[in-house]
């Protein structure tokens, strides 16, 4: 592995990204975005306020959900012929419920060397601060936006004997703790709000304890929702 002194190899770089707090970004992280050559990102507008507040300055390529399969192509090129290309998303960790999963693949095929700098993810913050239990989780990022499929994966997921991470919009969050609670009433949930920003807050109860706490109210901010065993349901006396 390159250490601090060494010139950058040339490969992908996967660079986590702050999920809210500026203070989160590694010595790591911001030597890599210093020395590479072209930072891929989702939103060049976004990731160039980000450079700007770290002090670098660095051609942009945008890469997204619509332009992956060509930029994947490209990009791994890019780095097979001796280019050091970090990629980064919008925030946290790329790959999660994020671009990253097609250049990783592109690169590997061509057997480019794929380096992850590792840093924030919502999922692992959410869940190490949720109380339920760490020792076996499941990612579900987002679920189906609606229709029977949501319901269907909801139900599914509530048989889980491990906790459960689902991200989801501050919109919808009441209702799917409210749909949770009219099938699982006493289930542990945790929702985690706004995680490492000024307005952080993690929400813990049953599910009928949440969804009371939650109705009627406009939640704010982006939102991990977390789902406890099954073994751990309080059951109505
Ligand atoms: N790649 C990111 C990661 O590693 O966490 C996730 C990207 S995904 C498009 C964005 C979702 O992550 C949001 O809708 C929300 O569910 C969750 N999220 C991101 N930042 C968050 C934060 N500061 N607090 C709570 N949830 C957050």
Excluded at 113 to 136: E, F, K, M, N, Y
Aim: aromatic share 4%; charged share 30%.
């Amino acid at each position: 592995m390159p250490q601090d002194s060494e010139p950058l190899p040339a490969g992908i770089y996967l660079v986590a990204t702050p999920i809210g707090n500026l203070e989160d970004i590694s010595f790591r992280q911001k030597r890599i975005l210093e020395n590479c050559d072209l930072i891929a990102c989702e939103d060049t507008r976004r990731t160039g306020l980000l450079l700007s507040r770290i002090g670098i300055k660095k051609p942009l390529l945008s890469y997204h959900e619509h332009n992956e399969r060509e930029r994947a192509e490209q990009i791994s090129e890019k780095a097979k012929a001796g280019g050091r290309i970090a990629v980064v998303s919008d925030a946290g960790t790329p790959g999660i419920s994020d671009p990253a999963y097609r250049v990783v693949r592109a690169a590997v095929d061509k057997g480019v060397p794929v380096v992850p700098i590792p840093g924030p993810s919502a999922a692992i913050s959410a869940l190490v601060a949720s109380g339920l239990p760490t020792d076996r989780y499941v990612y579900e990022g987002f679920l189906p936006q609606k229709g029977e499929r949501r319901w269907r994966r909801v139900e599914a997921l509530l048989e889980e004997e491990r906790t459960v991470i689902l991200y989801e919009s501050p919109h919808r969050v009441g209702r799917l703790v409210d749909e949770i609670s009219k099938r699982a009433p006493g289930r542990p949930l945790a929702v985690a709000r706004e995680l490492t920003k000024l307005h952080e807050e993690i929400l813990r109860g049953t599910a009928s304890e949440l969804a009371g706490q939650l109705k009627g109210k406009a939640v704010k901010g982006e939102c991990v929702l977390l789902i406890g065993p099954k073994r751990m349901e309080e059951k109505a006396s």
